[in-house]
């Protein structure tokens, strides 16, 4: 049973920066692919970032400069590293992984788990 569990959320000034991490278990596919995912209030769940077994990495062009996706498979641990945070960063953001290599897009129905899910909230 694949389990994930998000940490590393909380508030931060306009500017700051924010290390989430999803320890992950139970999750060994030879296809692999695993991303953040966030939602804001009042809208649907946005694709941030996916990486595969071999580093390769895909990123939202909101987000592209300011974060960085990366794991340390010795730790099932996927992080994302988040810089010059801005307001509207603020969401739960959701870490996911699917059976399967990543496609070209980041796409919510392409994973098959999900995370409970962590709040980022950055004020202004």
């Known amino acids: 049973q694949v389990q994930l569990v998000e940490s590393g959320g909380g508030s931060v000034q306009s500017g700051g920066s924010l290390r989430l991490s999803c320890a992950a278990s139970?999750?060994?596919?030879?296809?692999?692919?695993m991303g953040w995912f966030r939602q804001a209030p009042g809208k649907g769940r946005e694709g941030v970032a996916q990486?595969?077994?071999?580093?390769?990495?895909t990123y939202a062009d909101s987000v592209k400069g300011r974060f960085t996706i990366s794991q340390d498979n010795a730790k099932n641990t996927l992080y994302l590293q988040m810089n010059s945070l801005k307001p509207e960063d603020t969401a739960m953001y959701y870490c996911?992984?699917?059976?399967?290599?990543?496609?070209?897009?980041?796409?919510?129905?392409?994973?098959?788990?999900w995370g409970q899910g962590t709040q980022v909230t950055v004020s202004s």
């Open positions: 990486i595969d077994r071999d580093g390769r990495t």
């Open positions: 139970g999750y060994t596919y030879n296809g692999y692919c």
């Open positions: 996911a992984a699917r059976n399967f290599y990543c496609s070209f897009y980041i796409r919510e129905y392409d994973y098959n788990y």
